[in-house]
């Protein structure tokens, strides 16, 4: 576990469904909802910082330094997103190549690329299920 938490701001939402403790939250089906986030293209908030059930509430970190469970291999700086169960993974941004040629084609790999939102840096390096440190800053690329 890398150096502890340093929680600036946390907001109290009501939880559509399940929360697990340190997995990545998004916002629910009502206004002062929340839900674990599931995809890299929801709004990610926060943080949870309990475990709870449905319908019940459950803080959220919002703002900060926080624990969250890794669900790959990251280091250190990584810019971080959600997987399919609220863990953090490295978010890969679109790339492409720009083609220089005369006869300009476009294909497939240099078309629109899918843009992600980001719930923020990491501060420790870890691999999957471990707990460590985020730098809570959302944001969408």
Known sequence: MSQGPNILLTKNFRA?????????ITKGTAEDDAAQASAATQPLYGIAQE?????????VALSGISYVEYGGTVTQGDTLTTDASGRAV??????????????????????????????????????????ATVLIQPSFS
């Open 90 to 131: 490295v978010a890969t941004r679109h790339t492409h190549t720009e083609n220089t040629a005369a006869a300009y084609t476009q294909n497939a790999t240099t078309g629109a690329g899918s843009s992600v939102y980001t719930i923020g840096i990491a501060m420790a390096n870890g691999v999957i299920s471990d707990i």
């Open 51 to 59: 475990t709870v059930a449905d319908n019940a509430m459950v803080d």
């Open 16 to 24: 559509d469904s399940a929360v697990t403790k340190y997995r990545i």
